[in-house]
């Protein structure tokens, strides 16, 4: 049965690659899993290599292909759900793409990305030598809930973990270290130190303002972004955990968000082994994942993409585009079931602090006329809607000059990318 769902799944990735209809990372890992539901489970025990699971709302594909690129230059052989298909299906498919028909894989470390509702489903499945917990936002509310759901959730399936896991957790980040509380796994905290990423600004995207061990109100000493920071609670004491690394590489990469993400993947490879040399060499050659920050360049104009999926990572991407004095901005907003439904999240937005008002901005997206309406709420009369986004990409690319930056949620980013280079991802 093994044999045959490998090979249909196989079979279906070389259809796919072969006929430009994508990657193959989501329907071959449906198709095996309907042949054999223990598929996944049953081909990581059967194989010896070393499982590192990345969960977290934003970063996760950053951070993967970071510590991928630091494995490689190791001289290591890896593999990558590199598409960004989290969820179960997508597991199986890279999976597939790696295992022989004898159901052996023959590469040394796996990295797996995972969605935050399916990471409990995961750990259910098979237990990984290292779990990578970056942060929890509020993101896709109609799937996922609230965020302190989705903590308690995790907490559960965490202490179930055995000794053999390594936990590799964001102390900045008050929901990830409470995960941390009464587990028998190793455990080591990253976080930020450097005065030049804190924030004096309140922000409305603020997630995680009270402790989850009393209620109180948290106490911030730093705040970096959002609810991440130097915080404490005055009432039961808990506060951010000792720093096993807080030095950041130089990085190509902008953003505080990605100082996280080079934190997260040169922490994990230090304690697996990596020597510094090779990780700063990895980290400053490093080219960023497809629609995080990479820069597609067309006829003589660079577009960069910022995935923007949630109030979070909107502001960390419009705080970015501001420290490059980006003036070109087309942002698309969709409502599909990799976006979430619910796009209430737009006016929990800082659009009023981080745009300046002299930039040339042009809205698309499934739901224009929403955004629209929220940048025309924040004081803004230099923008223009045009629903239809082939249409949208074409007047940024006519009307602005060599530097274009792109903010999309999923579903857009995929479209945009297509429209910019004729290839789908998924």
């Known amino acids: 049965m093994n044999k045959l769902a490998i090979f249909v799944g196989k079979s279906v990735i070389a259809f796919s690659k072969a006929f430009n209809l994508g990657s193959g990372s989501t329907w071959p890992g449906h198709i095996v899993l309907k042949f054999n539901p223990e598929f996944i489970e049953k081909t990581l025990k059967k194989s010896k290599t070393t499982i590192i699971l990345i969960a977290g709302t934003n970063g996760k594909t950053t951070t993967a292909k970071l510590l991928k690129s630091i494995l490689e230059e190791s001289n290591k052989t890896v593999f990558h759900n590199q598409s960004g298909a989290n969820l179960l299906n997508g597991l199986a498919s890279a999976i597939v793409s790696e295992v022989n028909l004898s159901g052996y894989i023959n590469k040394n470390y796996a990295i797996f990305e995972v969605d935050e509702n399916t990471l409990p489903s995961a750990l259910d499945k098979f237990l990984p030598d290292y779990l990578i917990v970056l942060n929890l936002f509020r993101d896709q509310l109609d799937r996922y809930g609230e965020i302190d759901k989705i903590a308690k959730n995790w907490k559960k399936s965490f202490e179930k973990l055995p000794a053999s896991t390594t936990l590799i957790l964001n102390a900045d980040d008050p929901l990830v270290s409470f995960l941390s509380e009464n587990l028998s796994s190793k455990m080591f905290f ?9 924030i004096n600004s309140k922000q409305n995207a603020a997630d995680s303002i009270y402790c989850l061990y009393c209620g109180n109100k948290l106490s911030y ?8 920071g130097d915080w404490q609670c005055t009432k039961c004491l808990h506060k951010r955990q000792k720093l096993d690394l807080s030095e950041i590489f130089t990085s190509p990469l902008k953003g505080t968000y990605n100082a996280y993400n080079v934190l997260a993947a040169s922490l994990t490879a230090k304690k697996i082994g990596i020597k510094d040399e090779v990780i700063k060499k990895s980290v400053l050659s490093f080219k960023p994942a497809f629609g995080r920050q990479e820069i597609i360049s ?40 990799p976006d979430g439904r619910d796009i209430s999240w737009i006016w929990d937005t800082d659009i009023e602090n981080l745009f300046t008002g002299d930039e040339k901005i042009v809205v698309s997206g499934d739901r224009a006329y929403d955004l629209a309406l929220r940048i025309k709420y924040a004081g803004f009369k230099n923008f223009s809607v045009e629903p239809v986004l082939k249409k949208a990409v074409y007047k940024i690319l006519a009307n602005s000059e060599k530097q274009i930056f792109v903010l999309p949620t999923y579903s857009a980013m995929l479209e945009t990318r297509k429209i910019l280079t004729g290839k789908k991802i998924l």
């Open 190 to 198: 990253f976080g930020l130190n450097d005065d030049k990423y804190k």
């Open 221 to 228: 000493k730093a705040t970096f972004f959002s609810h991440i």
């Open 298 to 337: 067309i006829k003589g104009k660079e577009i960069q993409i910022f995935l923007s999926k949630n109030p979070t990572s909107f502001n960390e991407s419009l705080r970015t585009i501001k420290s490059l004095n980006g003036k070109n901005v087309l942002i698309v907003l969709n409502d599909r079931i």
